[in-house]
């Protein structure tokens, strides 16, 4: 904490300006562009450590799935920047590639050689 000894009246002030507030934001992104945190450097500080953690470990654990199905023994053989896109395109299905524009890159490229290590 930036300034231990004064936590208290920092949390007293925290809540005396929410209590006058008609809208309180309900996520930390939300807390952050609707005050300036400059007033509160204890409460920022909890605030930036409590974004940083993550509720679960779903991502970690996702990712680490991922990588356990590309990496498979006939797989191994392939280069990291390819693991790493395929890795990727996994992990982030929301994404859609624009299909006509990967098309037109491969178009250009000619000749499809395979990945040397």
């Known amino acids: 904490m930036p300034h231990p000894t004064s936590i208290h009246a920092e949390l007293d002030l925290w809540e005396t300006f929410w209590n006058n507030q008609s809208v309180i934001p ?3 992104t939300e807390t952050f562009k609707s005050i300036d945190m400059r ?4 409460i920022r500080k909890g605030f930036l450590i409590m974004g ?3 509720i ?3 991502e970690c654990e996702r990712s ?3 990588i356990r ?3 498979t023994y006939m797989r191994s053989l392939m280069t990291e920047s390819r693991f790493n896109s395929l890795a990727l395109m996994s992990i982030h299905q929301k994404i859609i590639p624009d299909v006509e524009r990967v098309l037109n ?3 250009v490229l000619g000749e499809r050689h395979l990945d040397e290590n």
């Open 26 to 28: 309900s996520t930390i």
């Open 39 to 42: 007033g509160f450097p204890n």
């Open 52 to 54: 940083t953690i993550p």
């Open 56 to 58: 679960t470990a779903c």
């Open 64 to 66: 680490i799935s991922v």
């Open 69 to 71: 199905r590309l990496k």
């Open 105 to 107: 890159i491969f178009s």
